[in-house]
Antibody, heavy 117, light 107 residues
Framework: EVQLVESGGGLVQPGGSLRLSCAASGFTFSGYWMYWVRQAPGKGLVWVSR????????GYADSVKGRFTISRDNAKNTLYLQMNSLRAEDTAVYYCVRETKYCMDVWGKGTTVTVSS | DIHMTQSPSSLSASVGDRVTITCRAS??????LNWYQQKSGKAPKLLIY???SLQSGVPSRFSGSGSGTDFTLTISSLQPEDFATFYC?????????FGQGTKLEIK
């Protein structure tokens, strides 16, 4: 079964850091571009970041550029999102997503990040 | 950035109705348009990719059309399990922006 399982969310103070992980299984992880997409409470979906299958290219939304870093370990079938200098507006459910044919075809269940003092 | 606008933002319909949701891009995106369904408290699910291709396992009552800047998602006969929020998303250029969502509710 193709599966993505996120972890690492939690409550953090403004200015703090968190590292999200996404464990992939059931497919050849190293063959796919991967994304992080987030959804603030009661709001819509927002693309956060992407990484090429071999990790050689990355991209970020302007709202997180310079603060978040996406990475992957293809030997461990794991995607990461290092989040620094967190703000209240970063509060959201963060989804790990697989890309196929320019669409997001597999989604994890999400992990919740709450930034609050 | 490419801005995606969906209409309507919300919609009430009955089981058996035919429903159409529209998505407009702020510039041409060819056919790089995807549709997702999200039920309350769940992750989004891919319905349609490349504007009109039905994702495997998705019922044939869902269909998509359009190219350039104007796109539609049609549900031919609403079923009880279809009530959810629907999002369009462009994959033409980064950042891969989503529409604001269309909430489909039971009348």
């Amino acid at each position: 079964e193709v599966q993505l399982v996120e972890s690492g969310g939690g409550l953090v103070q403004p200015g703090g850091s968190l590292r999200l992980s996404c464990a992939a299984s059931g497919f050849t992880f190293s063959g796919y571009w991967m994304y992080w997409v987030r959804q603030a409470p009661g709001k819509g979906l927002v693309w956060v970041s992407r990484i090429k299958s071999d990790g050689s290219s990355t991209g970020y939304a302007d709202s997180v550029k310079g603060r978040f870093t996406i990475s992957r370990d293809n030997a461990k079938n794991t995607l990461y999102l290092q989040m620094n200098s967190l703000r209240a507006e970063d509060t959201a459910v963060y989804y790990c997503v697989r890309e196929t044919k320019y669409c997001m075809d597999v989604w994890g269940k999400g992990t919740t990040v709450t930034v609050s003092s | 950035d490419i801005h995606m606008t969906q209409s309507p933002s919300s919609l009430s319909a009955s089981v058996g109705d035919r429903v159409t949701i529209t998505c407009r891009a702020s510039q041409s995106i060819s056919s790089y348009l995807n549709w997702y369904q999200q039920k309350s408290g769940k992750a989004p699910k891919l319905l349609i990719y490349a504007a009109s291709s039905l994702q495997s396992g998705v019922p044939s009552r869902f269909s998509g059309s359009g190219s350039g800047t104007d796109f539609t998602l049609t549900i031919s006969s609403l079923q009880p399990e279809d009530f959810a929020t629907f999002y369009c998303q462009q994959s033409y250029s980064s950042p891969y922006t989503f529409g604001q969502g269309t909430k489909l509710e039971i009348k």
